[in-house]
Each structure stands twice: as C-alpha cells, then as structure tokens.
C-alpha cells in the first residue's frame, strides 16, 4: 500500500522518533510510507476549545494538502487518536459551523481515508503481529480521543500482546483522563494536575517499565509528572515499540516526551 504520513504539530515538535518510528515500522511490513512537506495542524486545538470559526483556515489548509494525494494514496495514517478523531469527527463539524458545504464534502472525503496507527494495521493492514521485541514490562493508558471518539478499543493491546518478550499489565482506572486535554490543562491547571498525578501513580502501582499510550501529547504529560516526582515508569509511543525488533532495539533518548532520562 501506500500510506501517506500526516506527523501531527506535536510529534512533530516534540517527539519526531515517533513520527520516524511509524515509517519503519510500516515500511518493514512492505508498504511505502510518503511525505507531504506542506502540512502543519490539524486544528484539533481549536476545535476542543470552540474557535470554529479560527479552525476553519486550519481545516482547509489540512483538506486542501491531503485531498489531492487521494487518488494516489491508499490511507493515510496519523500516530494520535486525538488528531484522527479531529479528522474524521471534527472537520466536518467546523465546516458545518461556517456553512461551507463544499468544504464539508471535501473533508469528508479525507477522513474516509484517514486512520489511526492501531486502526490502520488492524483493520485495513489486517495485521496485530508486527515482528517487533519489546523484552519489558508495559502498561498501556487509552487516551480518552482513541477510547470516546475513535472507538479503537482492544486494537493497541492486540498489537501489543503479539510482541515478542513484552509482559503487558494492568492499568488501575486505565479509562480516566490524564488531564491533558490541551488547553484544558492550561486554563485549569489545578484540576488537570490532581488528574495526572492520580494517573501516575496509578502507573507506580502496576509495576510496569513503561507507559505505553498512541498520543504523544497524553505521554507528555504523564512522563512529566513521572519525571518530576523520581518515578521510574518511562513514557513511549506504541509506534516505537512495533517499529522496535531485536536488530534494531528502541533505544531511549536523554528526554522523552518530557520525561528526562
């Protein structure tokens, strides 16, 4: 197939191995992976927020980079639930906002091709076992985009079960919000700490290595009160751990996702 990469702002910014990650790891399983220079942001921030009308611009520059690589492309992928799930629920919203029926239609056509990393190998690749090694001990947090709106339920864990030398645990109240939410945790940052502290403890108590999640933003947070507090859980990306084989292992960087090494 041939898969076009959309990296999403942050990954972009903030974690650019996962973005790497997700490009070998589908180009080890045969297909070709292309780049389109001219993207930039999804609007997912906006939208959250309820700046419809400051989306729209986003929307459009999104829908007028992607749209007319459709014919020439076989899905393209995002490693971000929230980002996808702006793509295919939110675009068509902000579209509807401003009455723009033809941007509608036209956004509607890139979210019929739009996929999240877990969605697209196991429901359009049909594959949950990547040859990846992972030889540590894994809890996974489903990021409340994925797990509310994308509805990606159990695809993650598949994946994740099928590496060889992992040990996939328990989350305690795996399905509670981190309290990132972007601006959320801006605008009510004493209410999103006592949510993310809540969140890593609960990553201490299931004994795991890493916090494994499919947004790098969740992961941001998450390792930066694991980081803050000496804890030793570390933060990755699902991309990295199935891009991640016994010739070529994940190895950490000095700072990830903000957590320092």
């Not at 041939?2 to 790891?25: E, F, G, K, W």
């Not at 899905?75 to 009455?99: F, K, T, W, Y």
């Not at 099928?162 to 996939?168: D, K, R």
Request: with cysteine; charged share 20%; aromatic share 4%.
């Amino acid at each position: 197939m041939r898969i076009s990469l959309m990296t999403t702002c942050l990954v972009d910014v903030m974690a650019p191995d996962v973005a790497a990650s997700t490009v070998r790891l589908l180009e080890r399983l045969g297909h070709e992976v292309v780049y389109d220079p001219r993207q930039t942001c999804c609007g997912q921030m906006h939208t959250n927020t309820g700046y419809y009308r400051e989306a729209a611009p986003v929307v459009r520059s999104f829908v007028d980079t992607f749209e007319p690589q459709l014919d020439r492309i076989d899905a393209i992928v995002m490693p971000s639930g929230s980002c996808a799930g702006c793509v295919r629920e939110q675009h068509a919203l902000v579209a509807r906002h401003e009455d723009d029926a033809e941007l509608e239609e036209r956004a509607g056509h890139v979210a019929a091709k739009t996929y999240e990393l877990s969605e697209l190998l196991v429901d359009v690749l049909k594959v949950t076992d990547v040859g990846a090694y992972f030889p540590h001990t894994v809890t996974y947090h489903p990021t409340c985009h994925s797990m509310r709106v994308l509805k990606v339920g159990p695809r993650p864990l598949k994946l994740l079960r099928a590496v060889e030398g992992i040990e996939v645990v328990n989350l305690p109240s795996s399905d509670t919000c981190c309290g990132f939410g972007g601006t959320f945790s801006v605008k009510n940052d004493a209410t999103s700490d006592a949510m993310v502290t809540d969140k890593a403890a609960n990553v201490v108590a299931s004994g795991a290595d890493y916090v494994v999640a499919g947004d790098a933003s969740c992961l941001m947070n998450i390792g930066g009160k694991l980081s803050r507090t000496g804890a030793r859980p570390r933060p990755i990306h699902l991309a990295q751990i199935l891009a991640s084989t016994k010739e070529e292992p994940f190895v950490p960087s000095d700072v990830m996702m903000g957590r320092a090494s």
